[in-house]
């Protein structure tokens, strides 16, 4: 863990890019509570600008805390309300064993290079699935402060 002067921790950017027509999220080494809402609010955006289908490029991300797993269910959840799906590129095998003891890793498609995850259409690759806890496709409003 990087700590700058003073005891504070580096700024952390998020970047969204778009390939094949897709919008593609790069994600910082670490999301976590300090950055999850950073996440949240450009998935928001890519959704509100009309893209069902969304990439999460966490193949640099070595760390993801329970906030940023949540902000990733939420996205998946309202993609495939509105037809769609949140597509992840993941390289650390830390990562993906946190999803797959949290039980999530079935939920979305993941894909080992961000190459295979805009290589398809901007349409699910993945059929729908019941999130533990909710109704099938059930998504919780939420303001987008736009």
């Given at each position: 863990m990087?700590?700058?002067?003073?005891?504070?921790m580096?700024?952390v950017?998020y970047?969204?890019?778009?390939?094949?027509?897709?919008?593609?999220?790069?994600a910082?080494?670490?999301?976590?509570?300090?950055?999850?809402d950073e996440?949240?609010?450009?998935?928001?955006?890519?959704?509100?600008?009309?893209h069902?289908?969304l990439?999460?490029d966490?193949s640099?991300?070595a760390?993801?805390?329970?906030?940023?797993?949540?902000?990733?269910?939420?996205?998946?959840?309202?993609?495939?309300?509105?037809?769609?799906?949140?597509r992840?590129v993941m390289?650390?095998?830390?990562?993906?064993?946190?999803?797959?003891?949290?039980g999530?890793?079935?939920?979305?498609?993941?894909?080992?290079n961000?190459d295979?995850?805009?290589?398809?259409?901007?349409?699910?690759?993945a059929?729908?699935?019941?999130?533990?806890?909710?109704?099938?496709?059930a998504?919780?409003?939420?303001p987008?402060?736009?």
């Open positions: 990087l700590i700058c002067p003073g005891g504070a580096p700024a950017e970047s969204v890019k778009s390939v094949n027509g897709l919008p593609v999220v790069s910082p080494a670490e999301i976590d509570v300090g950055n999850a996440l949240r609010q450009l998935l928001l955006a890519c959704a509100d600008h009309g069902a289908v990439v999460v966490m640099g991300t760390f993801c805390d329970s906030t940023g797993l949540h902000q990733l269910v939420r996205a998946h959840k309202r993609a495939i309300a509105a037809g769609g799906e949140v992840l390289a650390a095998p830390t990562v993906l064993r946190l999803f797959t003891i949290v999530i890793d079935g939920f979305f498609p993941i894909f080992k961000l295979e995850a805009v290589a398809g259409p901007a349409a699910p690759v059929r729908p699935v019941s999130f533990p806890g909710t109704a099938t496709g998504v919780a409003s939420e987008t402060g736009c």
